[in-house]
Every structure is written in C-alpha cells, then in structure tokens.
C-alpha cells in the first residue's frame, strides 16, 4: 500500500536465484502476520497501563518516527532480516496505539471486529487469487480514494461530523487494499525479502480495517 513505483520495480526485478517456492513464500507472508498481531496481542495485554500515561507528545514523535522509519527502511532493504527489524518498527508503534485505545470498547465489540476483519481478509484473498484481473490495476484508483477520504474526513471532522460515512469508505478501500496488495504480493518474485515487505503491506491495510470496522460497531451501538 505503501510502497512507491521505483520500490514496485526494484521488488520486480529482484534476485531471481532466491526465490522460494509458491507454498513457501506465502506461509512466510502469514507466519510474518501471524507474529505482527501477537506482538499487538501481547502489548495491549501487558503494557496497556504504560502506554497509557506515557506523555501524549513523547508518544506522538515516537509512533510517527518510528513507523515510518520502519517502512522507508524495509522499503530500501533488499535485506530480508533489515526488512524484518523495519516490520518490527511498524509493529510496535501501532501495538501501543491499540494498547491504549482498545480498552476503550467493550470485549464483544472488539471480538466482532476481528471475526468480520478476518472473513474479509479471507474473501479478498480468495478474490485476488481466483479473479487477479479485479485487482492488477487498482493501485492508483485506490490511492487517490485514500487521500480524497482523508482529507474529507478531515474536513468534516473539523465541522463536528461523527456519523459512519468515511468509516464505511474506508472499509471499501482498504477491503481493497488488502485484494490489491495480495495480488501484487503473487506478482513479486517470491524472494524472503519479498514476502517481508508484502506482509508490512497486508498488516497495514488489516490493522486500518479493523480499526475502521470496530468504531463502525461501536458507533452503531451508540
């Protein structure tokens, strides 16, 4: 999702001599997954509390600095355990920000977001891989939506908008976000390194969806 065009070339023409089998590669981009929301799991569990009095502004300049160093750095790496420390990098600023704001929502909610998050998943994924036409050129539309939603949230925010309406718009894009960038992840020479940056892709586009399913639910009960 994140990635530029220069960084979709380099990740094209990549060492072909590592490539990883088709089974391989793509139980390297779940099991990458899979560790990023443990890691999440496990920060909110334990560490809730500390994050919740850390100073907001100390906690603001980290969480923008290091997530986005994780992503310029997993994005210029060829390496795939620099990629891997740069995922991490990625992982840990968005555990802390859920660790404070997911106790905010009562558990049932919390677990209902995730069932509809991860049948989500599921459907695209089956979607990009059966129907990959649906999904190859879609990048560019998507990521002229994901600006023009941000920006008109912003707006309507400012003017004390709070109902659904960009939630629901931000479930489309990134539902499709998530086929798109499985797609591109087929696409890829199936390199370790590879399989890293796809999963950082896959992570963000599932976070920003579960995040946008759980304040559709909460608001609705509202």
């Not at 070339?9 to 997954?33: A, F």
């Not at 998507?142 to 309507?156: D, M, N």
């Not at 940056?197 to 579960?210: C, V, W």
Request: aromatic letters at 12%; a neutral charge.
């Amino acid at each position: 999702m994140i990635n530029s065009k220069n960084r979709k070339l380099e990740r094209l023409n990549s060492g072909l001599s590592d490539t990883l089998s088709e089974n391989v590669y793509n139980l390297v981009i779940g099991g990458c997954l899979i560790y990023g929301f443990i890691v999440n799991a496990i920060m909110i569990t334990l560490f809730g509390d500390f994050f919740l009095y850390m100073n907001p502004v100390i906690f603001i300049i980290s969480y923008v600095v290091l997530a986005f160093t994780g992503i310029l750095v997993s994005s210029i790496s060829k390496n795939p355990i620099v990629s891997f420390i740069g995922y991490n990098m990625v992982v840990v600023p968005i555990g802390a920000l859920l660790a404070i704001c997911l106790p905010g929502y009562p558990a049932k909610e919390i677990l209902l977001a995730v069932i509809i998050t991860g049948a989500v998943v599921g459907v695209m994924t089956v979607m990009a891989t059966t129907r990959p036409k649906i999904f190859e050129n879609l990048g560019l539309t998507l990521g002229i939506a994901l600006i023009l939603g941000i920006l008109g949230e912003t707006i309507a925010l400012l003017f004390g908008y709070a109902g659904n309406a960009f939630n629901w718009l931000f479930v489309i894009i990134f539902s499709l976000y998530i086929g798109y960038d499985w797609h591109k992840a087929q696409v890829y020479p199936k390199t370790l390194d590879n399989a890293v940056d796809s999963a950082i892709d896959l992570y963000l586009d599932i976070i920003n969806l579960f995040i946008r399913l759980l304040s559709i639910i909460n608001r609705s009960r509202d």
